[in-house]
């Protein structure tokens, strides 16, 4: 079965808002698969995966950023110092390989 979660964060510190974000995503999954990532232009984006990782162990992270804001169940966020939003996901069968060239 495959079960997710999305959570996402506006606070002011880039690491904070990546730890905050990756701890509210991993609820109730016994062991997160993969994470997909987006943050805003205006975080500092090696602190924002910082935080992720502290959270999210050893899964992998795929993630891009954005100018604009994300769309969550609860509406389109953005922030002025900066936003992170994460989809995290979790199967008993599901596979996650890195590509590399």
Same mark, same amino acid.
């Given at each position: 079965?495959?079960?997710? @979660?999305?959570?996402?964060?506006? @606070?002011?510190?880039? *690491?904070?808002?990546?730890?905050?974000?990756?701890?509210?995503?991993?609820?109730?999954?016994?062991?997160?698969?993969?994470?997909?990532? *987006?943050? /805003?232009?205006?975080?500092?984006?090696?602190?924002?995966?910082?935080?992720?990782?502290?959270?999210? $162990?050893?899964?992998?992270?795929?993630? +891009?950023?954005? /100018?604009? $804001?994300?769309?969550?169940?609860?509406?389109?966020?953005?922030?002025?110092?900066?936003?992170?939003?994460?989809?995290?996901?979790?199967?008993?069968?599901?596979?996650?390989? /890195? +590509?590399?060239?």
């Amino acid at each position: 079965m495959l079960k997710s @979660n999305v959570a996402w964060s506006t @606070n002011e510190d880039s *690491y904070i808002q990546g730890k905050e974000t990756a701890a509210k995503a991993v609820v109730d999954l016994v062991e997160t698969k993969v994470a997909f990532l *987006y943050t /805003s232009v205006d975080s500092d984006v090696a602190k924002v995966l910082e935080g992720a990782k502290s959270e999210l $162990g050893t899964a992998p992270i795929i993630g +891009c950023t954005s /100018s604009a $804001g994300i769309i969550t169940p609860d509406g389109f966020v953005t922030g002025e110092k900066g936003f992170t939003g994460i989809l995290a996901l979790r199967r008993s069968r599901f596979k996650s390989r /890195s +590509c590399r060239s």
